[in-house]
């Protein structure tokens, strides 16, 4: 009897290892397996889930207007649908339920991870989302996205990126998308441009023409803007 066993333990033993082996690849035990179909925004998905087809409504999060009916497109809001793309079209994910399951368009209201990493709070860290829509009881990690959301904040990242662009009830549709000028640091000063004759003329503060030039690329030293094939200007 003895003998008879030991074949089976084995097996037991080996397939044990085999699921440990790849257990850390895997969605989290509390979430319901899907497949991403396609992103209809940033906080916005088309899954498949157990045979069917759902709308996901990424909980706790909004992000930037793309394909609102009477709305533009606002600043960051592609940003955020792209970044969305590009991590989770085709992917194998995790959707975890809060309390209430559906609004009152029937999507599902999810925490969508993929491997270890939750989606929704990986919007925030880019500065591509801000914390909305807070209602219970579905607020199982509100006080962890707010403090994500700050970190975003103090860092100037995506939309905080906007004077004023994020507000209580949304987002300001008449904010403008910052232009590389706005985004450069207090180091990285230098004005690159490309003139009529295609030359490439940097300016530097002091310069004269400094302040009429549009920037086309901006550098934080002398050195690099002539290393990418830009010379001083002439005064």
């Known amino acids: 009897m003895t003998h008879k066993l030991v074949p089976y333990l084995f097996i037991l033993l080996f397939l044990s290892a085999c699921s440990f082996s790849t257990s850390n690849n895997e969605i989290p035990?509390?979430?319901?397996?899907?497949?991403?179909?396609?992103?209809?925004?940033?906080?916005?998905?088309?899954?498949?889930?157990?045979?069917?087809?759902?709308?996901?409504?990424?909980?706790?999060?909004?992000?930037?207007?793309?394909?609102?009916?009477?709305?533009?497109?606002?600043?960051?809001?592609?940003?955020?649908?792209?970044f969305a793309k590009d991590r989770l079209e085709g992917e194998k994910v995790g959707i975890e339920?809060?309390?209430?399951?559906?609004?009152?368009?029937?999507?599902?209201?999810?925490?969508?991870?993929?491997?270890?990493?939750?989606?929704?709070?990986?919007?925030?860290?880019e500065g591509l989302a801000r914390v909305a829509y807070i209602y219970q009881p579905n607020v199982k990690y509100v006080d962890q996205f707010q403090k994500t959301q700050r970190q975003a904040q103090e860092e100037g990242k995506g939309i905080w990126s906007i004077e004023d662009y994020v507000q209580e009830e949304g987002f300001d549709e008449e904010a403008e998308t910052p232009t590389e000028e706005k985004f450069a640091s207090e180091e990285c000063q230098i004005k690159g441009n490309i003139n009529s004759k295609g030359e490439k003329i940097y300016h530097v503060p002091e310069g004269s023409y400094y302040e009429m030039t549009k920037a086309e690329e901006m550098f934080c030293t002398k050195n690099e803007a002539e290393e990418a094939g830009f010379r001083p200007s002439s005064r």
């Not at 087809?53 to 793309?66: A, G, K, N, Y």
């Open 97 to 125: 339920i809060d309390v209430s399951e559906r609004d009152k368009y029937g999507r599902l209201l999810a925490y969508v991870w993929i491997g270890d990493q939750m989606f929704n709070e990986m919007l925030l860290e």
């Open 29 to 82: 035990e509390n979430t319901i397996p899907a497949t991403v179909d396609r992103v209809v925004d940033g906080d916005t998905l088309k899954v498949t889930l157990e045979e069917r087809e759902e709308t996901i409504r990424l909980l706790l999060v909004d992000t930037p207007e793309t394909k609102h009916p009477s709305k533009p497109v606002q600043p960051f809001g592609p940003e955020a649908s792209d």
